[in-house]
């Protein structure tokens, strides 16, 4: 069976296809044939893939064939007893250079990673094999700096997955992170616990964005950040958490220009994903699968919480909830909340000193029937916004 694609006739410029089958004796490609065609790509002619065609101009060096397929011409791998071979094809969309990949063990050991260089403006196709222990988990991680995956915002990309010439996984449509996990793999969680997981892609000021995992009692699961500055990267965390149990995830950027980059004296903050400015910076969270929450609208400081948890205020009781930025003087900054007989029902303050903190405190009360009063303190007489912003 003979399959050619992506060819078109044309009088100006004129593809040939050539074909080449594997000398098991010389250990090398014969070219057995060609074929004067139109503009053309690939034709496959074997499933075995011990026969090829490669596209070039007519009469192009083989050593300047004009297609990123050519590489592609390599033996066919044969595994050990014990090992499977793993086959990779990936297909960017037009913004190649966001792109990221490698292909790790059980124990995290990088097997196979990008070595290309890709483009913006023009899509870039790739194959990889490597043969992977049959007893062990073996993991593909897909990165998108663009945070538009590889389809279809700005193409239609896609990769595919094989193993002993079996399709296992495709997709493309993603954020910023894609996994495929293949081999021996247990599951992630167990125990009838759930996976929570974080992806975070980090704005030119790392250093202002960090986030926890927490207990509702408040005892520290995991912790993240303070991120390094210019280096636009992306951190995935995956935790199991049992989903009878409450838990909260918290995360916060102490300057005013959130994950945007919009600059200090910009009255607005954290715009979410598809700002202009830095479209690749924000942060999804999700548990057990579903998306519970993303950097949309985000400011400051934003709080989820997940597995069993109480649902807000009682009856007849409203959430108060109290969202603070101090300045650069943080330890003249505090505040309280009293109730109408000057009962202090909560307070917080004074903070560090010389760095912006970010607070959030939630509180029911009874805002039909009774008066709360919320007061900010600043000892330095320059409130929060002066002359140690």
């Known amino acids: 069976m003979a399959l050619v694609v992506g060819t078109s006739p044309s009088s100006e410029k004129t593809s040939q296809m050539r074909f080449f089958r594997w000398n098991q004796v010389d250990q090398d490609w014969d070219m057995i044939d060609s074929l004067d065609v139109g503009i053309g790509s690939v034709?496959?002619?074997?499933?075995?893939?011990?026969?090829?065609?490669?596209?070039?101009?007519?009469?192009?060096?083989?050593?300047?064939?004009?297609?990123?397929?050519?590489?592609?011409?390599?033996?066919?791998?044969?595994c050990d007893e014990g090992e499977t071979l793993m086959k990779f094809s990936l297909l960017t969309d037009a913004r190649g250079k966001n792109i990221d990949?490698?292909?790790?063990?059980?124990?995290?050991?990088?097997?196979?990673?990008?070595?290309?260089?890709?483009?913006?403006?023009?899509?870039?196709?790739?194959i990889h094999e490597l043969c992977i222990p049959k007893k062990e988990c073996t993991t593909l991680k897909i990165f998108d700096y663009g945070g538009d995956g590889l389809c279809c915002s700005q193409g239609e990309g896609s990769y595919v997955v094989w193993l002993d010439g079996n399709e296992v996984a495709s997709g493309g449509e993603f954020r910023w992170y894609e996994e495929v996990r293949v081999g021996d793999c247990d599951e992630k969680c167990g125990n009838g616990t759930l996976p929570f997981r974080m992806e975070l892609s980090l704005d030119n000021q790392g250093s202002e964005t960090k986030w926890s995992l927490a207990r509702s009692n408040e005892a520290i699961l995991e912790l993240g950040g303070i991120y390094p500055d210019d280096t636009n990267g992306i951190d995935v965390k995956e935790v199991?958490?049992?989903?009878?149990?409450?838990?909260?995830?918290?995360?916060?950027?102490?300057?005013?220009?959130?994950?945007t980059g919009i600059l200090l004296n910009d009255p607005e903050?954290?715009?979410?994903?598809?700002?202009?400015?830095?479209?690749?910076?924000?942060?999804?969270?999700?548990?057990?699968?579903?998306?519970?929450?993303?950097?949309?609208?985000?400011?400051?400081?934003?709080?989820?919480?997940?597995?069993?948890c109480p649902k807000g205020c009682n009856d007849g009781m409203s959430l108060l909830r109290v969202l603070l930025r101090t300045?650069?003087?943080?330890?003249?900054?505090?505040?309280?909340?009293t109730a109408e007989n000057g009962t202090t029902l909560m307070e917080g303050g004074p903070y560090d000193a010389y760095s912006m903190v970010a607070d959030v405190e939630e509180l029911c009360i009874d805002a039909v029937n009774s008066c709360t009063t919320v007061t900010f303190f600043d000892s330095g007489g320059d409130g929060m916004f002066g002359n140690f912003w």
């Open 327 to 337: 300045d650069q003087a943080g330890h003249e900054t505090s505040w309280a909340i």
């Open 240 to 259: 199991c958490l049992a989903p009878e149990e409450c838990h909260v995830f918290t995360i916060e950027d102490t300057c005013i220009e959130g994950f």
């Open 101 to 126: 990949w490698r292909i790790e063990s059980s124990n995290e050991t990088v097997l196979l990673k990008k070595e290309d260089r890709y483009y913006d403006g023009r899509t870039a196709s790739v």
């Open 43 to 78: 034709g496959k002619f074997a499933s075995d893939a011990a026969l090829l065609a490669v596209s070039s101009m007519v009469d192009a060096r083989d050593d300047v064939i004009e297609t990123s397929l050519y590489r592609y011409l390599t033996p066919p791998k044969i």
């Open 269 to 308: 903050c954290g715009l979410g994903f598809d700002v202009g400015r830095v479209p690749s910076a924000g942060y999804r969270v999700s548990f057990d699968g579903q998306e519970i929450g993303n950097s949309d609208g985000f400011v400051l400081n934003r709080q989820y919480y997940i597995g069993n």
